[in-house]
């Protein structure tokens, strides 16, 4: 069954409720990377999903290709399909990080992880963050201009230096660590009190060296195998 991670071994961090600190480890985009130029400085990736009942496949349209799930899901709304359209297609976008949690020495002694939340819980608070530090946090007031509306925004380091600004939030010599609470399990789950807080030291030559291209992580199926799989999975209900 395809599924949206390559293999089972990544260091996925399982994130219990209660209170959290953890840094974000920048890396170096590669060819192929949907939302960054190689060799551009990257912090997150966002990529859309389609789930099914028990899988989740990437959809192709992050990378600019014809996904068979959306052609399909455009046939049905021109069709006014629409319960067909919500059994089917359930759409997440998902943010995934590359991390050291801070939470206690052991959890820090993992080295990286990597964080894998909905975007609603992490990425979106994120910008929200920057936003309201505005007025409030004057070394983060430059990030605005940077900053594209939810869903489809990307910091890049290159914008911070040619504008001679201040370094972002996950610049690894003088960015912040992030705080959240988790509560709540199921639909009932919750991301909330996020924060920047002043990192005691630099982020460590050794650590930057372990941080994952997040997108090679991930299982691109080809149309073929995108359209073979959910003709399968329509084919069960
Ligand atoms: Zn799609």
Request: charged share 25%; aromatic share 14%; with cysteine.
């Amino acid at each position: 069954m395809l599924n949206y991670f390559k293999c089972d071994d990544i260091p996925l961090w399982q994130i219990a409720n209660g209170s959290h600190l953890f840094d974000i480890i920048p890396y170096f985009a590669d060819l192929h990377d949907p939302e960054t130029p190689k060799g551009e400085k990257s912090y997150v990736l966002n990529i859309d999903l389609h789930y099914f009942s028990g899988a989740a496949l990437v959809c192709l349209r992050n990378y600019g290709e014809r996904c068979p799930v959306c052609d399909y899901v455009d046939s049905l709304q021109q069709e006014g399909d629409c319960q067909n359209l919500y059994s089917l297609y359930k759409f997440r976008r998902r943010s995934l990080y590359n991390v050291v949690v801070l939470d206690s020495k052991s959890s820090e002694k993992k080295g990286i992880q990597i964080m894998n939340t909905l975007h609603w819980f992490m990425q979106r608070n994120l910008i929200a963050l920057i936003r309201r530090n505005l007025s409030v946090t004057p070394e983060l007031s430059s990030v605005s201009p940077s900053v594209k509306e939810v869903g489809e925004y990307l910091m890049r380091m290159e914008a911070f230096e040619k504008k001679k600004v201040p370094a972002p939030f996950y610049d690894e010599d003088k960015g912040y660590s992030i705080a959240f609470t988790k509560s709540g399990r199921g639909i009932q789950t919750k991301y909330t009190d996020h924060r920047f807080v002043k990192r005691a030291a630099p982020i460590s030559k050794e650590i930057l060296s372990q941080a994952f291209i997040l997108y090679k992580l991930l299982c691109i199926p080809d149309f073929d195998e995108a359209y073979n799989f959910l003709y399968s999975m329509k084919d069960k209900r």
